[in-house]
């Protein structure tokens, strides 16, 4: 795992990454050897073409992005990644053709854009196939022993086995009292640790054990550990792989004797200088967006244009957001204060479509400006919520430690959030982003929220 922008990212998928790119490159430098009536490094170099070559290789690594291939890196149809790698290519050839209307001198030679195009739709799929099949095996180098049968082992298990590009190949488990049903081998009892580590050679153990107290063998996982074995906690391996805080496995002084524990003073003075500047600019620029999303909220359904309602927001503080409205008037009058949920009735068709591409969300720029919410952060609840929430879901207020954002870790990496277990998952999205606030994750949220928004996906 390679941690980038404060995230743990698995080194195939960078691997995988840095390979298409320098594969696409490679296609259309053929290319120019086969379509080019004269030297292609005169073309290329003398003349300055290179770098519409690196715009088309970035669109269509772009276009990988975007339909997720290098989140989940299994083929489940050898079709439909041909297909997606058509789509991609496809994109950055609209793309391009787009800046020949405004000037043919934008434009790539038309031979080298279609072989280099077509080299690029035959080599990407068969590469993926490859990488996936022998690739991803040769890096599989971590091998894992499990320790105990904690609930919360049971979840690290599933969430690998499911994703073998994370590069942990898991031995087993060893039990604390009878077996589990773990979908992996039991390799024996825990007073059988040493023996197991000397059969199986695991270069990392994770501890998930439901109960320590006068049965974690010390002695010998520090012997273990002092021969080389990486040894961590199952909830800190959690985080790394799901990308979210356990919070069934936090204990107080945990949280109150760390040094790791966001939000720091000078990430927050940052965060608060670029969010003041991204709302501004952000006004500027989609002020014409604005004036039609107006229009269109204006004259699909009777009431105002702009919806105001009361969030938590900074320590407690509660402040007005405001929306383009996306729902009927008096849509609450009869059920009070209840979680959006998908396919709400509530909805108007116009709201349907502003939540979707989140257009509904633009007017919180004016909120980041006044300084009640950042660009990044928790999305605010209502109050109505956080009263029952905090009383059922431990640390929930500790989510009050920075300001909402308009966007954020839970947003783009959880759905549809309308039950209290949502709530709970999404808490923990929210306890990573804080322990580990900084521009870098900031600015990562916010590419891949530019993802969610075109797409239609995400959270509410």
């Not at 890196?73 to 790698?85: A, C, G, K």
């Not at 989510?399 to 954020?408: D, L």
């Not at 549809?416 to 709970?424: F, W």
């Amino acid at each position: 795992m390679i941690r980038l922008f404060r995230v743990f990212i698995p080194a195939s998928v960078v691997a995988l990454l840095l390979s298409e790119i320098l594969l696409v490159l490679a296609c259309y430098w053929v290319a120019s050897f086969f379509t080019l009536g004269q030297d292609p490094h005169f073309y290329l170099f003398t003349e300055g073409n290179y770098w519409k070559i690196l715009f088309i290789t970035g669109c269509i690594i772009l276009g990988l992005y975007f339909q997720d291939l290098y989140s989940d890196l299994r083929i489940l149809s050898h079709v439909l990644l041909v297909q997606q790698v058509c789509l991609a290519v496809g994109a950055a050839l609209l793309l391009m053709a787009g800046f020949g209307y405004l000037d043919t001198n934008l434009l790539l030679a038309r031979w080298l854009t279609v072989v280099g195009s077509l080299f690029a739709i035959i080599v990407l799929p068969l590469w993926r196939i490859f990488y996936w099949k022998y690739v991803i095996v040769a890096l599989r180098s971590e091998r894992v022993l499990m320790l105990g049968n904690s609930s919360i082992l049971g979840e690290v298990i599933s969430h690998l086995l499911d994703r073998p590009h994370f590069g942990y190949n898991i031995l087993g488990y060893l039990s604390e009292e009878a077996p589990c049903d773990f979908p992996i081998p039991c390799l024996g009892h825990i007073k059988d640790l040493r023996h197991v580590c000397d059969e199986y050679k695991p270069t990392r153990i994770v501890v998930g054990m439901a109960e320590r107290r006068n049965r974690l063998p010390v002695q010998e996982l520090l012997e273990i550990r002092f021969n080389g074995v990486v040894i961590e906690d199952a909830a800190d391996t959690y985080e790394m792989t799901t990308r979210r805080v356990c919070s069934r496995k936090i204990q107080p002084s945990q949280l109150i004797f760390t040094s790791e524990l966001g939000p720091r003073t000078s990430a927050v003075a940052v965060k608060n200088f670029y969010s003041f500047l991204f709302g501004a600019v952000g006004l500027v620029v989609f002020f014409p967006i604005m004036l039609l999303t107006a229009i269109a909220v204006k004259f699909s359904s009777k009431g105002p244009i702009f919806y105001g309602q009361r969030r938590v927001g900074l320590n407690g503080h509660i402040f007005t957001v405001y929306k383009f409205r996306s729902m009927y008037v008096d849509a609450e009058a009869r059920t009070g204060a209840v979680w959006a949920k998908k396919n709400d009735p509530r909805i108007t068709p116009v709201g349907h479509w502003l939540r979707r591409l989140r257009l509904d969300e633009l007017p919180q720029f004016w909120n980041v400006l006044r300084g009640d919410m950042a660009l990044v952060g928790p999305r605010p609840e209502r109050p109505e919520f956080v009263e029952i929430l905090a009383h059922r879901i431990p640390y929930y207020r500790q989510r009050h430690a920075v300001k909402p954002g308009i966007t954020g870790w839970a947003q783009i990496n959880h759905k549809y959030g309308d039950t209290e277990l949502d709530a709970m998952i999404k808490l923990e999205y929210d306890l990573y982003y804080i322990k580990h606030v900084a521009a870098a994750l900031d600015f990562y949220i916010i590419f891949h929220t530019i993802k969610v928004a075109l797409l239609g996906s995400g959270a509410q």
